[in-house]
C-alpha cells in the first residue's frame, strides 16, 4: 500500500472514530451533569489539567524517540527499530512511576486549586488518585502503539482506541445512570486503559513480532541525537503545558470548579472539533517524517504548501461554524444552566483558530526533527501566558476573567508561535525566509477575526433553539464561502492549491 492510500486510511478511520467518540462523550457528559452534577466537570477538567503537567517528566521521549525510528523503518533496519523500542519500553515505565509519586504528592493540595472546594461533594482524593493510576498505567503500552504508528499504521490503534473507549462510555453510562457514582465513573477510566493495553499488546506482536522479541543495541551516535532531541522536546513540552494546561488549573484555583465545569463543557466541543481536523496532520506525521527523510526539499516544499491551503481552509469553515452554533448546540446537548457569556465562545473561536493555524509548520517541524532549533521558544511562551493570564484573571471583573485567561493564550500565540515557529522550519528545511509566510499567516488570521464580528451583526435567534441552530451554522457555511473566495482572487498561490485539492477530491490528479 503506497503512502497515499495509508495516509488515507489512516485520516478516514480517525476521523470516523472521532465522531464516534463524540457522540458517546456528549452523552455521558449530559447524563453526568444530569445525575451527578456539573462540577464534577470542572472535577474532570482539573484532574487532566493537573496530570498533564505532571506529564512533563515525560520529558518529550515519545516523539524523540519516535523520530528516530522513520529512517531505520525507511531503510529496513530492525535491529535498529528494535532497539528504539525497547528503549522506549524502558524509558516510558520510568516515566510513569515517576508522575505516579509526583502526583501522589500533589494529590494533597488539592483543595488549594479548588476555589469553591467547599461546594464539592466527591472525594477528590480518591477519585484523582484513580485518575492518576489511569494515565500512569497508559504509559505501559505507549511503545506498542508508537511502534505501529511509525510504520504509519495509525488506523490500528485508533481501532483499538475506539473499541476500548466505546466499552468505557458503556460502562460509564451504568455508573452515572444506576449507581450514581462519579467514584465508578472514574473507575472505568482504568478499565478502558488495560483494554487498550491488552489489544495493542497483540497487534504489536502479530505486526511487528519480528521486532519487539529482538533485543538489539544502539549505537552511542543514535544515543547522542536521541538525547539532544530530549532536551529540545523536553523545553517543548514545559511550554505546552504552561499554555494549555494552566489555563484550567488558573479557572479551577481564581474562579472555582462549577464555573470550569461550564467552561469545559465549551472546551470540549472546541477541542474535538480541532481533535478530528487535526488528525489529517497528525495521521500524516509519520508520512511526512518519512519524505522528509528522503531529503528532496522541493517535494517537502510541495506538501507543505498543500497541507497550508488545506489547514487554513479547514480552520476557517470548522470555527466560524463552532462561533456560529456553539451557545445553541451546549444548550441542546447540556442544558441552558451551563450556558456563558458570548464573550467566551468568541474567544474560545479565536483560540482554536490561531492554534490550528500553527498545525503545518509544527507537523514538518516534528517529522523532520527540527524541533532542537526552537527549544528556547516554548519556555519564553508558557512564561508569557501563566504572567499574562495571571494578570488579567486579578485585574479583569468577574465576568471577564475567564475570557481573560484565553485572551491571554491569543496573545501569546500571536507574538511568539506565529512568528517563531515558521522561522525554524522555512530556514532549516527549505533554507528561505519565512517572512513571506509569517505575513500571510497573519492576514489569514485577521480576516478570520474580522469575519467573526461581521457574522455577529447576521446571527439569527428565534425562541425555537434547534431552527437558531440550523439557520447559524447554514450561514456559517456561506461566510466561510465568501472569505475563502475573496482569499482565492487575492493570492493567486492559494488559488492554485485550491485547484489541486479539487482535483484530488474529483480523483483526476495526486497530490
Known sequence: ???????????????????????????????????IGNEVNGLNSLYTSVIGTLSVAELGV??????????????????????????????????????????????????????DYELINENVYLTFFLTLVSVVLSYLYSANTSLIEAHMENYITTCILTAANIIRYGLQIVAI???????????????????????????????????VLRHDSLDSETKKEIVKNIKAMFLHKI????????????????????????YSNYSMVATTISGIISLIFSSLTSVVGHICAEGDVKKTNNYFNHFYCLNYILGFVFFLGYYAVIDSLVVICFGSGVKMARTVSLVISVNQFTQYMRKTPLLFRDASGTFYYDRW???????????????LVKILPQEYRVTGVILATIITTLLICYTVEPYVVFKHIFNRS????????????????????????????????????????????????????????????FRREIIAWVKVVTKRNTI
Open 177 to 211: 445512570v444506576v449507581w450514581k457514582s462519579y467514584t465508578a465513573y472514574v473507575v472505568c477510566l482504568i478499565i478502558n486503559t488495560l483494554i487498550v493495553w491488552f489489544l495493542s499488546s497483540i497487534a504489536v506482536r502479530k505486526r511487528h513480532g519480528d521486532v
Open 239 to 262: 511550554g505546552s503545558l504552561l499554555v494549555f494546561s494552566i489555563d484550567n488549573i488558573i479557572i479551577s484555583a481564581f474562579i472555582g470548579a462549577v464555573v470550569l465545569g461550564k
Open 377 to 391: 521558544k516554548p519556555l519564553a511562551e508558557g512564561l508569557f501566558n501563566l504572567v499574562l493570564s495571571l494578570l
Open 62 to 115: 515519545g516523539i524523540a524517540i519516535v523520530f528516530s525510528m522513520y529512517r531505520p523503518i525507511v531503510q529496513g533496519d530492525k535491529g535498529k527499530v528494535a532497539a528504539l523500542y525497547q528503549l522506549y519500553k524502558k524509558l516510558y515505565r520510568i516515566i510513569g512511576l515517576i508522575i505516579f509519586l509526583l502526583g501522589i504528592i500533589v494529590m494533597f493540595f488539592l483543595p488549594y486549586l479548588i476555589n
Open 1 to 35: 500500500m503506497d503512502n497515499r492510500k495509508i495516509s488515507a486510511l489512516n485520516v478516514g478511520t480517525s476521523i470516523v472514530s472521532r465522531i464516534i467518540i463524540l457522540l458517546f462523550s456528549i452523552v455521558v457528559r449530559r447524563l453526568l451533569i444530569q445525575y
Open 434 to 493: 519565512s517572512l513571506g509566510f509569517t505575513i500571510k499567516n497573519y492576514g489569514f488570521t485577521a480576516l478570520f477575526v474580522s469575519s467573526l464580528f461581521i457574522f455577529d451583526r447576521f446571527k439569527f435567534s428565534t425562541s425555537n433553539i434547534y431552527t437558531t441552530f440550523l439557520f447559524n451554522g447554514l450561514l456559517s457555511l456561506v461566510f466561510s464561502a465568501l472569505a475563502i473566495s475573496l482569499v482565492s482572487v487575492l493570492i493567486p498561490s
